[in-house]
T-cell receptor
Framework: GIQVEQSPPDLILQEGANSTLRCNFS?????LQWFHQNPWGQLINLFY???GTKQNGRLSATTVATERYSLLYISSSQTTDSGVYFC????????????FGTGTRLTIIP | DSGVTQTPKHLITATGQRVTLRCSPR?????VYWYQQSLDQGLQFLIQ???????AKGNILERFSAQQFPDLHSELNLSSLELGDSALYFC?????????????FGPGTRLTVL
């Protein structure tokens, strides 16, 4: 099946810093989603982005499908951005299951 | 709030027991997915239903079963529970099951098997 790798595994930043999280995948995808799992365990949708670029406030994402990677940018980090960020993809039409990466744990220090 | 609801939020039970987790999808969504998040396996797909029919199966144990009812809510049944079944179980839903679409996740049910 498709493989999803995320980097870095851990990231510790001061409040106000910017960060870039990366997701590499091993096959062509027709769905790519970024999630934020907060300290209470909730999985929050950030972006549905199988290709192209999207922005939502301080967050933006870019997927270059032909090169099989996606990037999540977080600017002016706040302590509420702390948590684990997951990239998840699906690769087969007719089977929409998401395969998740192992996540990037982001810790924002005040 | 994603619009997907799951009950109960927490469940503590003993080995060998059986439990049922319930999920109500977002209004209008026909597809329901179940995922398991454990410390050693990460987030894994278990099973998908589309409009009442099983559509895809992942690494779901034979002790686990699921169904989707005519009102589109879904239940995940876990039986003969083992310590290793302790995990966070998520339900997700999407509008259609015939092609890619955003999956919205519920708050999860945290299962602890003692």
């Amino acid at each position: 099946g498709i493989q999803v790798e995320q980097s870095p595994p851990d990231l510790i930043l001061q409040e106000g810093a910017n960060s870039t999280l990366r997701c590499n995948f091993s096959d062509s995808v027709n769905n790519l989603q970024w999630f934020h799992q907060n300290p209470w365990g909730q999985l929050i949708n950030l972006f549905y982005i199988p290709s192209g670029t999207k922005q939502n406030g301080r967050l933006s994402a870019t997927t270059v499908a032909t090169e099989r990677y996606s990037l999540l940018y977080i600017s002016s980090s706040q302590t509420t951005d702390s948590g684990v960020y997951f990239c998840a993809v699906s690769s087969n039409f007719g089977n929409e299951k998401l395969t998740f990466g192992t996540g990037t744990r982001l810790t924002i220090i005040p | 709030d994603s619009g997907v609801t799951q009950t109960p939020k927490h469940l503590i039970t003993a080995t060998g027991q059986r439990v049922t987790l319930r999920c109500s999808p977002r209004s209008g969504d026909l597809s329901v997915y179940w995922y398991q998040q454990s410390l050693d396996q990460g987030l894994q797909f278990l099973i998908q239903y589309y409009n009442g029919e099983e559509r895809a199966k992942g690494n779901i144990l034979e002790r686990f079963s699921a169904q989707q009812f005519p009102d589109l809510h879904s239940e995940l049944n876990l039986s003969s529970l083992e310590l290793g079944d302790s995990a966070l179980y998520f339900c997700a839903s999407s509008v259609v099951g015939r092609g890619p679409d955003t999956q919205y996740f519920g708050p999860g049910t945290r299962l602890t098997v003692l």
